[in-house]
């Protein structure tokens, strides 16, 4: 491809001895040496150009010519591919997810003689693209720079940055709870410093950048984030004691100073999180919830289910807090407050909604501008998007209460709505290039220079007229190809021409001349399209820095759209399909009345799924949950999780009534698969999960425990369940609430046995040979877990199922043995006194006997049954 612009890079390999090579080729080898670890997207007029490996491998990426070209010779030929400039964001988009960083290098100074100028304008890597296929509109697309806590390996410093909205969050993360963190922000690039080992739990797809270690220092990490944010310390950020923290901030903006220094001015000031602000979730809870994904294609997830908010804002927003539930009451009760407001004033919440559609992205629109990657087209998107604002203030004062709260955040942005609407027209096109960009009457330079384009003629005509009225002789405008513009006079007036005339050419007829005026038409016309160019960027940058100036006040009206949108939506979302709102405290019972799983809900007709209670806490801090399979279990267990976590992000709940106390961590381990990359089994992943539950969990933790010990044969599996409840029930700090669903009927003594411990079970009514799960939670241990109707469900042969209900038959007539062939199987005891704790029950109820008030008969009787108590333990042992 051929540079419109200046002499063309004609050799961009490394050039042989005695070689000569272009300016404009070396202005590429400097910019390559920059950058050796990116690929170049090198601007030659409507092109990006790549070359040598480059050229190939972007050939192959995008799927686009190789071509070649001469070099250093006949019989030499470097490779060449390139990309129509218009087209850059698609073609991006496939380099960075093929995983390269790309350096666009763009043209700098305008067309004209000698070499053009040239300069990397920004590096694009999956964390700081913003725009394209890559970019999820309703997620964070989070840039983490992570370091170890100095001298300590029990913490890492965390800054996340998002590029797009501007968000800065600086925080200091247990290493254990590093995994849940990553499941949380999903970040595509980490930066690290050189030398150091991949953070722990971070997963193979994502980017590791190394940057020199000593930018992670806290001493000119401080120096990098006061001079960025004008400050004179970090104090009134709130980092004090976060020096791991602080230096991956640092780092990080020194990595964006390089790589897009024009993102910088999006940067929000940092934010401290610590984790005493929000609920604990780990990879696995936030999997087996279904928070962000259903566990199998196809299947709705959380956000899904409750994402009814009309903007990609307000997407973002509702997934950053179901990420993160509070644990301050207070300002969980701040969020119900504001979707209170709108479920009470359901015309002002449809108002806003219908009002919110036609917004926009405001945060991303605003980085784009501050950043200075902005069209036309994106200043009238911005545009429309504020001019929104005054009528959702209204909606939101009608609305009332803390949603009213919001409403002055929406005010002083309409001057810049005003500034963008006043310059630029209401469709400009897509390139500044094609013209129409400014709006007539904006610019009278602009004004002046589009007349000159589309009517030069006239312009010559006008002129014209002006010098005959002026000078009272007949000039007439001509034009020649080597002379350009001239005046003509017949020789007969010819020496009448005023002395600023200067003759030019002698005819037989007629003298031509030149003039002032004239050449300086002239010189216009011909540079007319180039100066319109220039004069309407200049009115774009103009406007563009007017709206960047008024920033700071479109950020906040950008952040009060994203609360008002998701509290209309989770309003909605209440209305619609009968949520109330949760009663939340500080502590006490976990009591919900007629509670629903909101995903299960709605995938099932209006009105099929069936409610259950719940009571956890005050004497009842471990319900042991048993029945049979598909009754139900598990979609409880879980729907509880998700009322307490709901609750505390600030949303209504899918019951009739709810008490909340506030938790600080949410724990499940529903299910199990093998991990064969780490060599673990099903039953090593269910212990790992379940150590990390019983080392973490505190009196003020939710755990949620489904089937604990099945993975192995039954007696350990029994062993391991009891001794798990147990743990947690004698929990020196206090006892977790906690549901533990189990197959092990065994357990239900310990109800007797733990006096914080109930049986609770799935109802079944068995018809003839008929069961029917009735998926309601009832008090009481089962009796049976059904696997043998289970499987004939599943379709098992008749022939296996009919087998199997035989040998139940044997197994429930006796305790003793079951045959399986030629060598019997000891069956599984009632009960395993191994587990038992050191007080014996016969023991107990031989104590508590008084012979004296017992008649002979009654004695006798009494003695019978302690003798079949006793002989059952001690076959149990034997």
């Avoid at 005023?498 to 030149?514: G, I, K």
Wanted: hydrophobic share 45%; with cysteine; glycine share 8%.
């Amino acid at each position: 491809m051929a540079d419109a612009t200046g002499p063309s890079p004609d050799d961009t390999a490394a050039p042989a001895r005695g070689t000569k090579i272009t300016p404009a080729r070396a202005q590429y080898l400097a910019m390559r040496r920059q950058h050796p670890d990116a690929l170049l997207l090198f601007r030659m007029g409507d092109f990006y150009e790549t070359f040598d490996e480059d050229a190939k491998t972007a050939s192959d990426v995008l799927g686009i010519a190789l071509t070649s070209r001469p070099s250093g010779g006949r019989e030499r030929r470097i490779p060449l591919a390139g990309i129509p400039y218009h087209a850059l964001d698609r073609y991006l988009d496939k380099l960075v997810a093929a995983g390269h960083r790309v350096a666009i290098v763009e043209q700098t100074s305008p067309a004209g003689k000698g070499l053009v100028e040239r300069r990397v304008v920004r590096v694009v890597t999956p964390g700081t693209v913003d725009s394209g296929a890559l970019l999820d509109d309703r997620g964070h697309n989070w840039l983490i720079a992570a370091a170890p806590e100095r001298g300590a390996d029990e913490r890492w410093g965390i800054a996340a940055c998002d590029v797009t909205t501007g968000e800065l969050e600086c925080a200091l993360v247990e290493t254990a709870a590093l995994a849940g963190e990553w499941a949380r922000l999903r970040p595509r690039e980490v930066l690290v410093g050189s030398g150091s080992t991949r953070p722990p739990g971070l997963g193979d797809d994502v980017l590791v950048t190394e940057r020199p270690a000593r930018a992670f220092e806290a001493r000119w990490a401080t120096e990098t984030l006061t001079a960025q944010f004008g400050v004179s310390s970090l104090e009134s950020f709130g980092l004090e004691g976060m020096d791991a923290a602080v230096g991956a901030a640092g780092a990080l903006v020194r990595y964006l100073e390089e790589a897009w220094p024009g993102a910088l001015g999006h940067l929000k000031t940092p934010r401290a999180a610590r984790a005493s602000e929000f609920v604990y979730l780990d990879p696995q809870t936030r999997r087996n919830l279904d928070l962000f994904s259903g566990r199998r294609d196809g299947e709705a997830s959380l956000v899904e289910t409750l994402d009814r908010t009309q903007t990609a804002m307000g997407g973002r927003l509702l997934r950053a807090r179901l990420g993160r539930p509070l644990r301050s009451l207070a300002e969980a009760q701040a969020r119900l407050d504001a979707v209170e407001a709108f479920v009470r004033a359901p015309l002002a919440r449809a108002a806003l909604r219908r009002e919110l559609r036609a917004v926009g992205d405001l945060e991303r629109l605003l980085g784009r501008v501050r950043a200075g990657t902005v069209s036309a087209r994106v200043l009238v998107q911005l545009r429309l998007g504020l001019e929104q604002l005054p009528t959702l203030r209204e909606q939101a004062v009608t609305a009332g209460g803390a949603a009213a709260g919001l409403a002055p955040s929406l005010a002083g942005v309409i001057e810049a709505a005003e500034a963008v609407h006043a310059a630029i027209g209401d469709d400009p096109p897509a390139e500044l290039s094609d013209g129409g960009t400014v709006r007539s009457g904006a610019d009278p330079e602009v004004d002046e220079l589009r007349a000159l384009t589309s009517d030069a003629r006239g312009a010559l005509a006008s002129l014209e007229a002006e010098e005959r009225a002026r000078t009272g002789l007949p000039f007439k405008v001509g034009y020649h190809r080597v002379f350009g513009y001239y005046w003509e006079l017949p020789n007969s007036q010819a020496a009448k021409a005023p002395a600023e005339f200067e003759p030019r050419q002698t005819l037989a007829n007629a003298q031509r001349f030149r003039s002032t005026a004239l050449s300086a038409l002239e010189t216009r016309i011909l540079g007319a399209r180039e100066q319109l160019l220039e004069a309407e960027q200049a009115v774009v940058e103009r406007v563009r820095a007017q709206v960047a100036a008024a920033g700071p006040a479109i950020a906040a009206a950008a952040e009060a759209v994203a609360a008002l949108d998701v509290a209309a939506a989770l309003a909605e979302v209440a209305s619609d399909d009968g949520y109330v709102r949760p009663e939340l405290a500080d502590g006490g019972a976990l009591v919900i009345e007629a509670g629903r799983h909101p995903v299960v809900e709605g995938r099932l007709p209006a009105g099929a799924f069936v409610p259950n209670d719940c009571a956890l806490g005050d004497g009842a801090d471990i319900v042991l949950l048993s029945g049979p399979n598909m009754g139900g279990k598990s979609t409880y267990l879980r729907q509880v999780a998700l009322v307490t976590l709901l609750a505390q992000c600030g949303s209504y709940v899918p019951a009739t009534r709810a008490r909340v106390p506030m938790v600080d961590r949410i724990f499940s381990r529903v299910g199990a698969q093998d991990d064969i990359a780490a060599g673990q089994s099903t039953f090593m992943v269910e212990m790992v999960e379940t150590a990390a539950i019983l080392h973490n969990a505190t009196e003020r933790s939710l755990v949620i425990l489904d089937e604990v010990g099945r993975g192995t044969a039954t007696q350990d599996g029994l062993a391991i369940a009891r001794a798990v409840v147990e743990y947690l029930h004698h929990r020196p700090g206090g006892t977790p609430r906690t549901l533990f669903a189990t197959h092990f009927q065994e357990l239900a003594a310990l109800a007797s046995l733990l006096p914080r411990v109930e049986n609770r079970s799935v109802a079944v009514i068995e018809e003839g040979s008929d069961v029917v799960f009735l998926h309601r939670i009832v008090p009481g241990a089962a009796d049976r877990s059904y696997g043998v109707h289970v499987a004939a469900i599943a379709g098992l042969p008749r022939a296996v199922v009919t087998r199997a209900r035989e040998l139940l038959r044997e197994l429930e007539a006796s305790s003793a043995t079951l045959s399986l062939g030629s060598k019997p199987a000891k069956a599984v005891p009632v009960l395993q006194p191994m587990l038992l704790p050191t007080s014996n029950p016969v023991l107990e109820e031989l104590a508590a006997i008084e012979p004296d008030a017992l008649t002979p008969l009654e004695a006798l009787q009494r003695l019978y049954e302690l003798r079949q108590d006793a002989r059952r333990v001690l076959g149990a042992e034997g």
